[in-house]
């Protein structure tokens, strides 16, 4: 059970590269969701998915896209980076229940746009 | 406690004493809090968690206390060990955001430094 997995670890890009990060949950979650952070901005919610088949706008959408590929796997695509989206990237996941609707998170990437 | 700024407000404490970090929410809709850990260059860890219609909840070595009254939960770590050295922050859910934290509003965390 490795819980939520998110790949590359690590990525340096150019201004106007493309690049997908990918995650994956095996803890059969139904929501999903992508987090920026920054220094002295906490968690900031880019997208995230309630169930498999629908995505919605958070906080901080613009310059991103997403795709709930499956139930277990939700990957967030930046089309054209700019150095303003050099940050660290965290997936989580979620399943509500009446006692407990936590969000587990995976190890995050680190992207830096030049 | 959590404040806003570029710089983490932060506690240190000796080896084997007892931690205590604050935490003011904002929402008195909230009714559900969590309180997470997150080491250096590490994806952010559930430590424990409490909903509104309790005020103490112990966990292993920690125990969340909520004051609804005035809108504070604090986190209490006892004997402190250098593992505990993180980030702590917490999180908040207001209560009319139905099943599902797509609402959860994260706090920017305070330091906790341990000294052997």
């Known amino acids: 059970n490795a819980g939520v997995t998110q790949t590359p670890k690590f990525q340096v890009l150019k201004t106007g590269q493309s690049m997908t990060l990918q995650c994956a949950q095996d803890m059969n979650h139904n929501s999903m969701y992508w987090y920026r952070q920054d220094p002295g901005m906490g968690l900031r919610l880019i997208y995230y998915?309630?169930?498999?088949?629908?995505?919605d706008k958070g906080e901080v959408p613009n310059g991103y896209n997403v795709s709930r590929l499956n139930k277990r796997e939700f990957s967030l695509r930046l089309e054209s980076a700019a150095p303003s989206q050099t940050s660290v990237y965290f997936c989580?996941?979620?399943?509500?229940?009446?006692?407990?609707?936590?969000?587990?998170f995976g190890p995050g990437t680190r992207l830096t746009v030049l | 406690g959590e404040s806003v700024g570029l710089h983490l407000p932060t506690l240190s404490v000796q080896e084997g004493d007892n931690s205590i970090i604050n935490c003011a929410y904002s929402n008195s809709a909230s009714d559900y809090f969590i309180w997470y850990k997150q080491e250096s260059g590490k994806g952010p860890q559930f430590i424990i968690d409490?909903?509104?219609?309790?005020d103490k909840r112990q966990g292993q070595r920690v125990t969340v206390l909520l004051n609804k009254t005035v809108k504070h939960l604090s986190l209490q770590i006892a004997a402190t060990q250098p593992g505990d050295s993180a980030v702590y922050f917490c999180?908040?859910?207001?209560?009319?955001?139905?099943?599902?934290?797509?609402?959860?509003?994260f706090g920017k965390g305070t330091k906790l430094s341990v000294i052997p």
């Open positions: 998915s309630a169930s498999e088949g629908t995505t």
């Open positions: 409490i909903r509104s219609n309790m």
């Open positions: 989580a996941s979620s399943e509500w229940d009446i006692s407990t609707d936590t969000q587990y």
């Open positions: 999180a908040e859910e207001p209560g009319d955001s139905g099943a599902g934290s797509y609402q959860l509003t």
